[in-house]
């Protein structure tokens, strides 16, 4: 069986969270009803809450289902917007660091295009970390017209975490709403919604051995956020519509299995992470490790799963490719538009060439990975990166028909 290293981008279900799905999927019951079944119903959900509440250091009132981390983040970024410039129409300014996910940047986007909003876009560091003091710089300038700070908790690519907990207390200070994506980081970090002291906070099941489609968003009582989809008024009135009691379960379970093994399973992953980049950087001189190399304690660190390497070069497509043959399933870490590799934003706004941009390789582990498929991915990797190489230069040479 291939081995997988991908975890970033969805991890397998783990079986309890399975088996919690496939129970509550044979019971009939909307949690709205008023009989027995949608009371057997409503339970299933308000448990499911409290266990995700528990993962996430929240109230279970403060916590919102969706229908995954996409939706959480588009309800919160446009949720918090609508709020804030229905209040004030001059606070129209949304600040967000670059290298942020593509839910965050196409809304963004949309809001500038559609609904009048200017976004201020915060550079980040050669590691793709934002600074604390050039969030509190704007906000020094522009806090009477902010109407939402938003940023990654970790970077879903080359998995550096962000000083949240910083830029919130600035925030507040400037009496401005924070939203965190926190979907790469769940299931990686401690997440205490508490102690990051943000006003909404975006999660998804999927990255933690939970059902595609399911996520949540933690809204702090305090904050009112504008609903994008309107209907029966569940979830607070902040997301109508009949609610996924089987995904619901299934996420729950899947969080209180996280939540349980983190502490030791963050550890675990964090010894193989190290062993893989001093591996990969041992066989593959070339190799660029990129993001947090843990060269400042101070700093926040680096996701424990989260292996990215530039291999100049060659095409991040090629080596995924090439590593599929081999058995090993991982990605090249950026987007993919109607089928051509296009360079990652990240990259870029961590200052690669547009070129080197290109060559990214991300290697995520999850809880079924083991030490020995790290060992046998540092075997081939010298062999698939002079494959690759051949293959991108190949690739820029003139075709000849
Ligand atoms: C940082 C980050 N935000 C948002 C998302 C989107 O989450 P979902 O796939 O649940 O829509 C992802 C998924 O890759 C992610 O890594």
Request: aromatic share 4%; proline share 5%; with cysteine.
């Amino acid at each position: 069986m291939a081995i997988y290293l991908d975890n970033a981008a969805t991890t397998r279900m783990r079986p309890e969270a399975l088996a919690a799905f496939v129970a509550q999927a044979q019971a009939a019951g909307n949690p709205s009803s008023t009989h027995s079944a949608g009371q057997d119903a409503r339970f299933a959900v308000e448990s499911g809450r409290v266990e995700v509440a528990l993962s996430l250091g929240a109230d279970p009132a403060e916590v919102i289902f969706t229908g995954g981390g996409t939706e959480s983040i588009n309800i919160a970024i446009k949720g918090l917007y609508w709020a804030a410039v229905a209040r004030d129409r001059t606070r129209n300014v949304i600040v967000a660091p670059e290298g942020e996910h593509h839910a965050t940047l196409e809304s963004l986007e949309w809001l500038e295009q559609a609904q009048g909003a200017e976004v201020v876009w915060v550079p980040v560091d050669r590691d793709a970390r934002v600074s604390p003091e050039a969030v509190a710089a704007i906000l020094a300038e522009r806090a009477g017209e902010v109407a939402v700070v938003t940023l990654m908790l970790a970077n879903n690519e080359v998995g550096t975490v962000q000083p949240v907990a910083e830029v919130a207390a600035i925030a507040r200070e400037a009496g401005v709403p924070v939203h965190v994506d926190a979907v790469s980081a769940y299931g990686q970090l401690p997440i205490d919604f508490r102690r990051l002291g943000v006003s909404a906070l975006s999660v998804s099941a999927h990255k933690i051995g939970g059902p595609v489609g399911v996520g949540a968003l933690v809204v702090h009582r305090s904050v009112s956020i504008s609903p994008l989809v309107h209907g029966g008024g569940q979830e607070r009135r902040i997301h109508s519509g009949t609610v996924n009691t089987a995904g619901i379960a299934a996420f729950a379970a899947a969080a209180a299995a996280m939540h349980a093994e983190l502490e030791a399973e963050a550890g675990r992953l964090r010894t193989l992470r190290d062993e893989l980049i001093a591996g990969i950087s041992a066989v593959v001189p070339q190799a660029i490790v990129t993001g947090d190399r843990g060269v400042d304690p101070s700093a926040p660190g680096r996701l424990p799963g989260n292996v990215h390497v530039v291999l100049p070069g060659c095409e991040g497509d090629s080596i995924v490719f090439l590593l599929d043959r081999e058995g090993f399933l991982a990605s090249n870490g950026s987007a993919c538009t109607a089928g051509v590799a296009q360079p990652s934003h990240v990259l870029r706004a961590m200052g690669f060439s547009e070129q080197d941009s290109r060559s990214g390789l991300r290697i995520t582990l999850g809880h079924d990975t083991s030490a020995s498929d790290i060992h046998r991915l540092i075997d081939v990797l010298p062999g698939v990166y002079a494959a690759a190489l051949d293959a991108g230069m190949a690739a820029r040479e003139p075709q000849t028909f």
